[in-house]
T-cell receptor, first 112, second 113 residues
Framework: NAGVTQTPKFRVLKTGQSMTLLCAQD?????MYWYRQDPGMGLRLIHY???????AKGEVPDGYNVSRLKKQNFLLGLESAAPSQTSVYFC???????????FGDGTRLSIL | GENVEQHPSTLSVQEGDSAVIKCTYS??????FPWYKQELGKRPQLIID?????GEKKDQRIAVTLNKTAKHFSLHITETQPEDSAVYFC????????????FGKGITLSVRP
C-alpha cells in the first residue's frame, strides 16, 4: 500500500514549456486534490475531483488544467509554464468529505 | 467562501511546556476541522481532527477544542518535545460531495531543548 505517489519529485522548466504532474493513489479514494505551497501562503487549492471523470476549480486554477480519467490517477498540467508557477505541488486524496486527506511527498517545480 | 486564520504565526516554547495554537474560521456551516503537521521538506500529515458535534478530542499529548459559537478551534500540545518542532496547519470544511478544505497559513512551532 503506497498511499499517494507523485511523480516527478523535482523538475526544472523553462518559461513557456509544458509538463504534466502525475498523482496516483491506491486507497480507492473518491476525492483527489492538487495544492500549491508557497512560503507564508499555506496550502492553496488549484483543482479538485470528487470522482472519476469529474474536475472542479479551486482557489487558484489559472494556468493549470487537470484530468481524472481513472479513479486512481489525477493529472495536473501546465500548458505554458510561467515563473509565478514556481512552487511545491502537493496532491492529496480522501475517501469521504469528513475523512482525513492523505498527501503525497510533493513535487518541487522551478520555472526559469 | 471560507476564511481560516491562524494566530500567532510563530511560537517558541521550552521543552516540556505546553503549546496552544489557535485558529478562527468564518463559515458557520463548516463542520470538519483537521490539524496537519509538516516537518521541513516533508508532506503534511494529519495529527488530529474534530467534527462539529464534538467539543473536544484528545490523543495522548495532543488535544483539539472547538468553540462553534465563537468560530474558533485550538490545538493543545502538552509536554512538548524537540520533535514537535514543525509547521502546523489548521483547516475547515463543510459537509457534502463538493466540500473542500480551506487551510490556514500555518504556524511555525519551535521547541527549545
Amino acid at each position: 500500500n503506497a498511499g499517494v505517489t507523485q511523480t516527478p519529485k523535482f523538475r526544472v522548466l523553462k518559461t513557456g514549456q509544458s509538463m504534466t504532474l502525475l498523482c496516483a493513489q491506491d486507497m480507492n479514494h473518491e476525492y483527489m486534490y492538487w495544492y500549491r505551497q508557497d512560503p507564508g501562503m499555506g496550502l492553496r487549492l488549484i483543482h479538485y475531483s470528487v470522482g472519476e471523470g469529474t474536475t472542479a476549480k479551486g482557489e487558484v486554477p489559472d494556468g493549470y488544467n487537470v484530468s481524472r480519467l481513472k479513479k486512481q490517477n489525477f493529472l495536473l498540467g501546465l500548458e505554458s509554464a510561467a515563473p509565478s508557477q514556481t512552487s511545491v505541488y502537493f496532491c492529496a486524496s480522501r475517501l469521504m468529505w469528513d475523512q482525513p486527506q492523505h498527501f503525497g511527498d510533493g513535487t518541487r517545480l522551478s520555472i526559469l | 467562501g471560507e476564511n481560516v486564520e491562524q494566530h500567532p504565526s510563530t511560537l517558541s516554547v521550552q521543552e516540556g511546556d505546553s503549546a496552544v495554537i489557535k485558529c478562527t474560521y468564518s463559515d458557520s456551516a463548516s463542520n470538519y476541522f483537521p490539524w496537519y503537521k509538516q516537518e521541513l521538506g516533508k508532506r503534511p500529515q494529519l495529527i488530529i481532527d474534530i467534527r462539529s458535534n464534538v467539543g473536544e478530542k484528545k490523543d495522548q499529548r495532543i488535544a483539539v477544542t472547538l468553540n462553534k459559537t465563537a468560530k474558533h478551534f485550538s490545538l493543545h500540545i502538552t509536554e512538548t518535545q524537540p520533535e514537535d518542532s514543525a509547521v502546523y496547519f489548521c483547516a475547515a470544511s463543510r459537509s457534502g460531495a463538493n466540500s473542500k478544505l480551506t487551510f490556514g497559513k500555518g504556524i511555525t512551532l519551535s521547541v527549545r531543548p
